[in-house]
């Protein structure tokens, strides 16, 4: 059973616009949730985080919505940059020990 | 500060062979954890070691282990290689459990493992 699912598989955005992922989890204990980027060749990079006691967190182009009753979280990526092209992923965690990924967003911001 | 290096980058080998990768934390991390990524997939966890004691596994058979070693470095070893192990294994190294650094996973860029 996948414990994140994650949607669009991919996602085209022209560039100043706004890139919009979605995230769902079913276990309510998860206590974490990231959002990370890859970048092809990399290991994916931590982008911005949100704990459930917040509905939202903001750091520059990025924002986390959390809907803790709908078992929800979404990543608002602002003014979307070519740059910004890359791989997202939604994770949530338990006590800092497993992470479950979802299976990965595709973004290309065409310029 | 250096970050998390995996080595090697790339490697190639048969079914039912053995392979064994390896991982260099960061500076200042003791605690590593293993993923494998499946093409187009997302990174699934394989097992975490804390202070060179095994601290969870993920859906994993047994015949993917690991080490810890006192500088905090791991290894990776999977035998009795199967076509589906193919991915990309990804190390991860953060902060002791309990602190504010556990919840940051810095990751390497990977050992792509092909199996033919």
């Known amino acids: 059973q996948q414990q994140v699912k994650q949607s669009p598989q991919s996602l085209i955005v022209q560039k100043g616009g706004i890139s919009i992922i979605n995230c769902a989890y079913e276990n309510t204990a998860f206590d974490y949730f990231p959002w990370y980027q890859q970048f092809p060749g990399k290991g994916p990079a931590l982008l911005i985080a949100i704990r459930p006691d917040v509905s939202e967190k903001k750091e520059g182009r990025f924002t986390i919505s959390f809907n803790k009753s709908a078992k929800q979280f979404s990543l608002h990526i602002m003014d979307s940059q070519p740059g910004d092209s890359a791989t997202y992923f939604c994770?949530?965690?338990?006590?800092?020990?497993?992470?479950?990924f979802g299976s990965g967003t595709k973004l290309n911001v065409k310029p | 500060e250096t970050g998390v290096t995996q080595s090697p980058t790339h490697l190639i080998k048969t079914r039912g062979q053995q392979v064994t990768l390896r991982c260099s934390s960061q500076?200042?991390?003791?605690?590593v954890s293993w993923y494998q990524q499946a093409l187009g997939q997302g990174p699934q966890f394989i097992f975490q070691?804390?202070?060179?004691?095994?601290?969870g596994r993920g859906n994993f058979p047994p015949r993917f282990s690991g080490l810890q070693f006192p500088n905090y470095s791991s290894e990776l070893n999977v035998n009795a290689l199967e076509l589906d192990d193919s991915a990309l294994y990804l190390c991860?190294?953060?902060?002791?459990?309990?602190?504010?650094?556990?919840?940051?996973?810095?990751f390497g860029a990977g050992s792509r493992l092909t199996v033919l």
């Open positions: 500076s200042g991390h003791n605690t």
């Open positions: 991860a190294s953060s902060i002791g459990l309990g602190t504010s650094g556990a919840n940051v996973l810095t």
């Open positions: 070691y804390y202070r060179e004691e095994e601290n």
């Open positions: 994770a949530a965690s338990m006590n800092f020990n497993k992470f479950y």
